[in-house]
């Protein structure tokens, strides 16, 4: 039998006041974590598949990506309700991100001789968000769906 004093007591008590505060046998803290760990998972992907669709995803951008997701999670973790506006997020980060270092990102498929960029919308970043012309005002393709041929 442990003592007082033992690690094996300590983990004992850690265990009762871990039961104390869980519901149901889940912490309500971790129902959100993990719901915030999918959400920007989530978001990951989306921009990824951008990203590679339009031939731009190098180490370099996934690591302006992964920056992005990382810086994102406070922001997520603090307003649960703001899971549909992640990926407009997450996108407009790292586009912000590529126009410092690579430049216009995604640049428009559908203008001809296009120099000009796509934008989020809605601003805030959702929900649903799509790519939209900056000067058409033209969608052009939902968040994580854009093409070469778009």
Do not use: K
Not at 64 to 79: H, I, N, Y
Not at 135 to 150: I, K, R
């Amino acid at each position: 039998m442990p003592t007082p004093t033992s690690h094996g007591s300590r983990i004992d008590r850690t265990r009762f006041v871990h039961q104390e505060s869980t519901v149901g046998g889940v912490s309500p803290g971790a129902t959100h974590n993990g719901r915030v760990t999918d959400q920007l998972l989530s978001a990951r992907a989306v921009v990824m598949r951008d990203l590679e669709a339009t031939g731009v995803a190098s180490a370099e951008t996934v690591s302006l990506l992964e920056d992005a997701v990382s810086e994102r999670r406070w922001w997520a973790e603090q307003w649960p309700a703001g899971e549909p506006y992640v990926g407009g997020l997450v996108a407009q980060d790292v586009q912000d991100a590529l126009l410092m270092r690579v430049g216009r990102w995604p640049v428009c498929p559908r203008c001809e001789d296009a120099v000009h960029a796509l934008h989020i919308h809605p601003e805030l970043g959702g929900p649903d968000p799509v790519w939209v012309c900056e000067e058409s005002g033209a969608v052009v393709a939902a968040l994580g769906q854009l093409s070469t041929d778009s």
